[in-house]
């Protein structure tokens, strides 16, 4: 997976330095609804107050957002969810 020196392990693992864990993987993908969500809600409540907002186009009614927000969440719920990681630590080459 990588190759980490005696002097970074004793500072900490960042794993998010190897994409290819399921939890780095996850995270991402965390990040991305969460954000996702977030952008489609503030949207459907400003075209819902009628905000004036030049150069934009209107958003989705707010029901058909929140609707979606919901299943976005349902999303969210699942990648948050406990998985196992499991590392293991070989000596390497001199």
Same mark, same amino acid.
């Given at each position: 997976?990588?190759?980490?020196?005696?002097?970074?392990?004793?500072?900490?693992?960042?794993?998010?330095?190897? #994409?290819?864990?399921?939890? *780095?993987?996850? !995270?991402? $993908? @965390?990040? &991305?609804? /969460?954000?996702?969500?977030?952008?489609?809600?503030?949207?459907?409540?400003?075209?819902?107050?009628?905000?004036?907002?030049?150069?934009?186009?209107?958003?989705? #009614?707010?029901?058909?957002? *929140?609707?979606? !927000?919901? $299943? @976005?969440? &349902?999303? /969210?719920?699942?990648?948050?969810?406990?998985?196992?990681?499991?590392?293991?630590?070989?000596?390497?080459?001199?």
């Amino acid at each position: 997976m990588g190759t980490l020196t005696g002097k970074e392990l004793d500072a900490g693992i960042d794993t998010r330095r190897f #994409p290819e864990l399921t939890t *780095t993987r996850c !995270a991402a $993908e @965390l990040l &991305k609804r /969460i954000r996702q969500r977030g952008r489609l809600l503030t949207d459907a409540w400003l075209t819902e107050i009628g905000h004036k907002r030049p150069g934009m186009s209107k958003s989705q #009614p707010l029901a058909a957002a *929140t609707t979606r !927000a919901d $299943e @976005l969440g &349902k999303q /969210i719920s699942e990648l948050i969810k406990e998985a196992p990681l499991e590392l293991r630590i070989v000596e390497g080459q001199p």
